[in-house]
């Protein structure tokens, strides 16, 4: 079976920054390509980055592009989101997850693997 485990997440003030780290466990990090969402309190799940198993291709979602980055370390069995100038309106619980079908968008069916997800709060 293969687990997800999200970490690096805490509170930040606005305009700083956070590392959220996803270790993946069961298998290799290159074998899928993954994604991250964020879910806030009573609101949807929704995509925020998504990165080919391969690192070639990288999609986000419009609200964090250019101040986002997702990365991913294959060696390390690690998917990465390195966030900048961090606003209150990211505040959420992220959440890591893996799919075998690109998809950088809403639709979380074809992503089969989540982990538990880790908060990222941002004061104003």
């Known amino acids: 079976q293969v687990q997800l485990v999200e970490s690096g997440g805490g509170l930040v003030q606005a305009g700083g920054s956070l590392r959220l780290s996803c270790a993946v466990f069961?298998?290799?990090?290159?074998?899928?390509?993954m994604a991250w969402f964020r879910q806030a309190p009573g609101k949807e799940r929704v995509f925020v980055a998504a990165?080919?198993?391969?690192?070639?291709?990288?999609d986000y979602a419009e609200s964090v592009k250019g101040r986002f980055t997702i990365s991913r370390d294959n060696a390390k069995n690690t998917l990465y989101l390195q966030m900048n100038s961090l606003k209150p309106e990211d505040t959420a619980v992220y959440i890591c997850a893996s799919t075998r079908s690109y998809a950088p968008d809403d639709d979380l069916s074809g992503y089969t693997y989540w982990g538990q997800g880790t908060q990222v709060t941002v004061s104003s």
């Open positions: 990165i080919e198993y391969r690192g070639s291709r990288r």
């Open positions: 069961g298998r290799a990090v290159a074998a899928s390509d």
